[in-house]
């Protein structure tokens, strides 16, 4: 009988780290006149109730991967949506200082949902030119992509040859994979709250294994 060569099945590389990049689940509404809490001039809404079933769905679906450790945020929403799965793996989250959201200056605390939902013309011009820093005193898109950068090659650095979920925000995974897919800024931005990423990174070198899944939130 002649020698068979099946199709393999992905396994990342030796020497890599295996991030599942976990967005944040719905967070509360933005009313207009009314601010947001704040950490270091970033809005700080808890989770919605929605919010809080997508996490439990999240913990679901990660609670048996062999993820050995669990980093989130400074901002609540990413700590109320790891809690789940943090229960499960018996394991205690730990905050990254380089993957909070994106600062978006005066804008931050809601304002930035109720501008783009009216299209502002500032918010249009931020998003023609992929790039946050057009929004009064918001951060840039270029340092907020190296600062992303950065905390993700710390944690891959730190757990070689391990699977790890990194609870993070829309922006974040925008971020994260257009550096890894070296796309235009924008072409990963809209991440659904809940869903799961994959970025397998070998020492510089990221390779993108998943973008938004969500099939553990049907019926949501």
Same mark, same amino acid.
């Given at each position: 009988?002649?020698?068979?060569?099946? *199709?393999?099945?992905?396994?990342?590389?030796?020497?890599?780290?295996? &991030?599942? $990049? %976990?967005?944040?689940?719905?967070?509360?509404?933005?009313?207009?006149?009314?601010?947001?809490? *704040? +950490?270091?001039?970033?809005?700080?809404?808890?989770?919605?109730?929605?919010?809080?079933?997508?996490?439990?769905? =999240? @913990?679901?679906? $990660?609670?048996?991967?062999? %993820?050995?450790?669990?980093?989130?945020?400074? &901002?609540?929403?990413?700590?109320?949506?790891?809690?789940?799965?943090?229960?499960?793996?018996?394991?205690?989250?730990?905050?990254?200082?380089?993957?909070?959201?994106?600062?978006?200056?005066?804008?931050?605390? @809601?304002?930035?949902?109720?501008?783009?939902?009216?299209?502002?013309? =500032?918010?249009?011009?931020?998003?023609?030119?992929?790039?946050?820093?057009?929004?009064?005193?918001?951060?840039?898109?270029?340092?907020?992509?190296?600062?992303?950068?950065?905390? &993700? $090659?710390? %944690?891959?650095?730190?757990? %070689?040859?391990?699977?790890?979920?990194?609870?993070?925000?829309?922006?974040?995974?925008?971020?994260?994979?257009? =550096?890894?897919?070296?796309?235009?800024?924008?072409?990963?931005?809209?991440?659904?709250?809940?869903? +799961?990423?994959?970025?397998?990174?070998?020492?510089?070198?990221?390779? +993108?294994?998943?973008?938004?899944?969500?099939?553990? $939130?049907?019926?949501?």
């Amino acid at each position: 009988m002649s020698q068979e060569f099946r *199709q393999p099945v992905y396994a990342p590389p030796k020497g890599a780290a295996d &991030l599942m $990049l %976990i967005r944040h689940g719905e967070s509360a509404p933005a009313r207009e006149g009314v601010s947001f809490a *704040q +950490i270091d001039g970033h809005g700080d809404p808890h989770l919605h109730p929605q919010g809080h079933k997508q996490a439990e769905r =999240v @913990g679901e679906r $990660l609670k048996n991967n062999a %993820i050995t450790k669990i980093y989130v945020t400074k &901002l609540t929403r990413t700590q109320q949506t790891a809690a789940p799965l943090a229960k499960h793996l018996g394991l205690t989250p730990q905050q990254n200082p380089d993957l909070h959201e994106v600062h978006l200056g005066d804008w931050d605390g @809601g304002l930035y949902r109720i501008k783009a939902a009216a299209a502002d013309p =500032v918010y249009r011009q931020a998003m023609e030119a992929q790039d946050w820093g057009l929004i009064p005193n918001a951060e840039s898109r270029d340092g907020f992509f190296e600062r992303v950068r950065r905390g &993700l $090659l710390d %944690i891959a650095s730190a757990h %070689i040859d391990e699977q790890v979920a990194v609870f993070v925000h829309g922006g974040v995974i925008g971020a994260a994979l257009a =550096v890894a897919a070296r796309s235009e800024p924008f072409a990963f931005l809209g991440a659904a709250n809940g869903s +799961i990423s994959r970025l397998v990174i070998q020492g510089d070198r990221m390779t +993108i294994r998943g973008f938004n899944d969500i099939s553990h $939130l049907d019926g949501l």
